[in-house]
């Protein structure tokens, strides 16, 4: 057993998951809609145009997605007060993230409609017959593909000035990978940079597609080969985790903050004077990991705000994620009470 986690049992995790309740949480990011269209092969027509396949949906299904996909889990886990930060398009998709964030009770004062961006959307179709990954068709996606105008990075520098002195937790989420072409440019990373250290209570937290590394003053959750600087690594590759122990100490000196370092179904590397590895729950069975990551912030930050030691954090993270990547087909979610058994299980491999 890891000595930092050797009295981690129900009671601690139940101190923490009964603080949730009262946290204050708001989420800045890029704000997409998931879509999946459930596609029936055995309607499948050919088309007398062209030919082709003309698949056939009979069924649509749609929720927050990347930003959304941590409020999500941020709602589920039973987070007292949630707040959106970010921008939408004028479209019927925008229209779709708003209802599901309000659905969600988030509120969403914050997420400005503009009627010259679009809403991020990621299209899924899917066939019902086969769970998991196995039924999925190629993804299409819509992005912004232009640049964020000044005018929106105005409107979002606003809503921080008016939230940040107000909540217990910020996440930041970059999910375009474009330069510049979501709600967290430059322009509103050097915002954050100057405004962070007048709240040295509130737990700040980042992760991005691509640019982690231009974060200060923020916790960051990245993984091993973002640590590395390894962009596109090959198929099996792994940094080796004495490598990320010995690097931990001085990229947290450098970036001011805690640093999580996420190491695929090894767990994640915690920093700290000593950095400590947190291992992953194993699992038997398929998995699904979209939006693993996620879920693992929205665990890992509200366990932080409730008074948990970052090692306590880490695995409270784990635990959330290993009960998402079980739902197949869906980007999941847990709930606190899903949590207790995912626990059982992890002290039972990690004894």
Known sequence: MIDALRDFDRRRLRELTDAFGSLRVAVLGDFFLDKYIEVDPSLAEISLETGRIAHQAVAVRHSPGAAGTVVN????????????????????????????????????????TDSGRRTPTYMKPRDIDRPGLD???SRYDMKNRTSTPPAIEEILID????????????VVMDQVEAEGCGAVTHRIVNALAGRLPRFPDLIAWADSRRRIMS????????????????????????????????????????????????????????????????????????????????????????AL?????????????????????????TTGSARPEGLFAALDLWKEQNP
Do not use: C
Request: hydrophobic share 45%; net charge negative; glycine share 14%.
């Open 73 to 112: 889990n941020l709602a589920a886990l039973g987070t007292g007060t949630l707040l959106a930060l970010g921008f939408s398009g004028d479209d019927g998709e925008g229209y779709e993230l708003r209802k599901d964030l309000s659905m969600l009770g988030v509120d969403i004062v914050h997420l400005h």
């Open 215 to 302: 974060f200060r003053g923020l916790m960051l959750k990245m993984n091993q080969f973002e640590m590395a600087g390894v962009h596109d690594p090959l198929p099996g590759a792994l940094i080796p985790d004495e490598t990320i122990a010995a690097g931990l100490p001085s990229l947290e000196a450098k970036i001011g903050a805690g640093v999580f370092v996420t190491v695929a179904d090894r767990g994640v590397w915690v920093g700290g004077t000593h950095p400590v590895l947190i291992p992953a729950l194993r699992i038997d069975g398929p998995v699904d990991p979209t939006g693993a990551g996620d879920s693992f912030t929205a665990g890992t930050v509200l």
């Open 305 to 329: 705000a409730a008074g948990a030691s970052p090692a306590e954090a880490a695995l409270a993270g784990n635990l959330v994620a290993s009960v998402t990547v079980r739902q197949l087909g």
């Open 135 to 137: 039924g999925e068709h």
């Open 159 to 170: 809503s921080l000035d008016e939230v940040l002195g107000r909540i217990d937790v910020l």
